[in-house]
């Protein structure tokens, strides 16, 4: 079942402007990560959150993540073309991708129990 939006999934070439324009419009960052000269973090403005990640070449991503809950139990309606099957990432959630009629991509995370 979804419970809501989680957050913002954003990729960048501009890090630095970037930045400038999340706190510009209030967020501030919660934690931050990286290697190898890729800058990533979770921003947050009251309960938004945005996820800001940098990136050096293609064209930028912007992805809506949905908060699921249950995520074993979640069967996606028929009209729903569904792109990456429950998996998990690297970071500790559980995954689906899906996409819409227009080609946007969106996806819906579980975080692991106990999180959140």
Do not use: C
Not at 23 to 45: I, T, Y
């Amino acid at each position: 079942m979804l419970r809501g939006i989680d957050h913002l999934y954003a990729e960048t070439r501009r890090w630095e402007e970037s930045v400038a324009f999340w706190e510009g419009l209030g967020f501030r960052f919660e934690e931050q990560w990286g290697s190898d000269g890729h800058r990533a973090g979770r921003l947050r403005a009251a309960d938004a959150r945005v996820v800001l990640a940098e990136v050096d070449d293609g064209t930028p991503a912007l992805t809506v993540v949905f908060d699921l809950n249950d995520a074993d139990s979640f069967e996606p309606g028929t009209a729903v073309e569904v792109t990456a099957r429950l998996a998990a990432t690297h970071w500790g959630t559980r995954w689906i991708r899906v996409r819409d009629p227009d080609g946007r991509s969106f996806a819906l995370e579980e975080a692991p129990e106990g999180a959140g």
